[in-house]
DNA sequence: CAATGAAGCGGACCGAGGTCCGCTTGCTGG
DNA sequence: CCAGCAAGCGGACCTCGGTCCGCTTCATTG
């Protein structure tokens, strides 16, 4: 039952404020100073070219930061944790992709109807995922933070909002967890390694699976 | 890349039947030696003792093995790793659940409508699962085995059997593993601990889910 | 009942994630 | 330019899950 918060080793946190320093994702980020900004670079590069050397599973936080000519502790102040230095490579994607749905062209982004941007965005998730399955595999934050983690939040928020419009006598918390489980990479792995099923398939299944959330039901 | 399978830990194992060891609901169990035997009780004992007495988390396989008067190498060799011994833990009350929805009364066994007995199945496990969620939660398999565990499996299966049974047109496939993740432990951690959501509702959104997914849907 | 070998046992050992804490260094205000 | 100090650093250290392998014990067979 320690402070869970990594970016305030030693003394209390200023206040109740989370800060929370590995944003992935957010506006301001913390302000970093210049030593600690360059080695954040050159532990991400490290990482970045150890995945790709070793495959993501072979890849020790300790490897990393040799890698990087850093201390280990260096790595787990800046990312937090392994599921932090992960999330962090994934980073940039996903801004991008945030990007694309909340102020894109349609019809991922806004101007296509609720139910057209809910089939874009599945699909795009499962392709986004599928393509680096093993790292979203590796990144994904144990059971009590997968629904916390800043990334996990936009998305739910964004598809929530669609399935609000889209059907708005429902629960869409409960709707939008649904259809959100259906992208999950554990399932995609599944589904696509073990049960060898195309990506094609999956994604009929999505817009099924759309079609049949936003179809009214009676009673 | 070695062999996964801890039964046969030293040779290979004699054929390429996987003997599943720690079967967790199956109908031949491995027929233990006496010794083996009774050290499997002791074991399961004292981690039911430790769970209740210091909560799932601070539970560790040597302090297991310490209160079960056994070596470590023990545990592992007979539950494979911690996910199996507290899996194994549940394994009494999955037994009997798999027992009620595979040949017990209606609404949950047959006789029921398919709908009805995938209505009765949701809420059962949903209660389940919250009366036990952080033993649920600590034994749920990393993301590469979720779904290949015994009971998610039965569980899986049964539900598939039932959708396409009430909606034979339908991936009864991918449409039950989306139903199977509106059950997941984590999830319902999340909504009912951290959203503070009461499990009447969620309910609510599995009834609603089902309604929706068995509904027949045009094109 | 004795021999035999497979199943079981135990605890030393290992690797990797994560923490701690004394030292260093880059910023900032005087 | 210097002093002060918070931010950052590094690597020894700890914990715990998981493995290994030589020894023991149970069951079986003649």
Redesign the interface.
């Known amino acids: 039952m320690s402070t869970p918060i990594p970016p305030f080793p030693r003394g209390q946190e200023p206040s109740g404020a989370p800060v929370p320093l590995e944003l992935t994702v957010g506006p301001a980020a913390p302000q970093l100073r210049a030593d600690a900004a360059r080695n954040r670079a050159r532990l991400l590069e490290a990482a970045t070219r150890l995945v790709e050397e070793h495959g993501v599973a072979n890849v020790t936080m300790e490897a990393v930061a040799a890698a990087a000519s850093v201390g280990k502790g260096t790595v787990f102040r800046r990312f937090g944790d392994r599921t932090g230095l992960l999330m962090a490579l994934l980073d940039h994607t996903e801004q991008q992709f945030q990007a694309a749905f909340l102020s894109g062209p349609p019809p991922l982004g806004p101007g296509a109807s609720p139910a057209d941007r809910l089939h874009a965005f599945g699909c795009r998730v499962l392709r986004e995922i599928h393509d680096r399955l093993d790292l979203y ?1 590796a990144a ?1 934050p144990d ?2 933070r ?3 983690s800043a990334p996990y939040r936009v998305r739910f928020t964004h598809v929530a909002m669609l399935l609000r419009e889209a059907v708005p006598g ?2 869409g ?3 939008a ?2 259809l959100m ?2 992208l ?4 995609i ?3 696509t390694r ?2 060898g099923m195309p990506l094609e ?2 994604e ?2 999505w817009h ?2 759309v ?3 936003t ?1 009214p ?1 009676s ?1």
Chains 1, 2 share one sequence.
């Open positions: 595999l994904e059971a009590s997968r629904f916390s429902a629960d918390v409960l709707l967890q649904t489980g259906y999950e990479p554990a399932l792995h599944h589904l073990q049960c398939r999956l009929s299944g099924d699976l079609k049949r959330t179809c039901v009673d």
